[in-house]
Nanobody, 122 residues
Framework: QVHLVESGGGLVQAGGSLRLSCAAS????????MGWFRQAPGKEREFTAF????????DYAYSVKGRFTISRDNAKNTVYLQMNDLKPEDTAVYYC???????????????WGQGTQVTVSS
C-alpha cells in the first residue's frame, strides 16, 4: 500500500509560480512511476507530468512543457511539481499518483492522493 499526500496548492495570479509536493509513504517506490494529473471543473482528469522513481525519466503534457518541472527527492520520498508562468487554464485540482507502469494513462496508476486545488486568476 502507498499513501500519498499533496500540498502546496493555492491562489496565484497569472504569470506566477507554485510548487506542489507529494509526500509518499508505505511500500518502496523504487519501481514506481509518479504522476501528476489535474482535473478542471466540468472536465476529465488529464495527464500533466510523470517521473520514474528509479531512473528519473520524465514526460510532460504539451500544454505544460517548458513551464512545469517534475522532480523527486529520494531521501524525503517526495515528488515535486514546480509550476511557472501559470495561466488561468491551469486552474484545477492537482492529483499525485503512483503506479507500476510508465504511462500517461491514469488507469495504470494504483494509488492516488486527495488532491490540492490550484487557482490562477487573470
Amino acid at each position: 500500500q502507498v499513501h500519498l499526500v499533496e500540498s502546496g496548492g493555492g491562489l496565484v495570479q497569472a504569470g506566477g509560480s507554485l510548487r506542489l509536493s507529494c509526500a509518499a509513504s508505505g511500500r518502496t517506490l523504487s519501481r514506481y512511476t509518479m504522476g501528476w494529473f489535474r482535473q478542471a471543473p466540468g472536465k476529465e482528469r488529464e495527464f500533466t507530468a510523470f517521473i520514474t522513481w528509479n531512473s528519473g525519466i520524465t514526460d510532460y503534457a504539451y500544454s505544460v512543457k517548458g513551464r512545469f518541472t517534475i522532480s523527486r527527492d529520494n531521501a524525503k520520498n517526495t515528488v515535486y511539481l514546480q509550476m511557472n508562468d501559470l495561466k488561468p487554464e491551469d486552474t484545477a485540482v492537482y492529483y499525485c499518483a503512483a503506479g507500476p507502469s510508465v504511462s500517461r494513462n491514469s488507469r495504470f496508476y494504483d494509488y492516488w492522493g486527495q488532491g490540492t486545488q490550484v487557482t490562477v486568476s487573470s
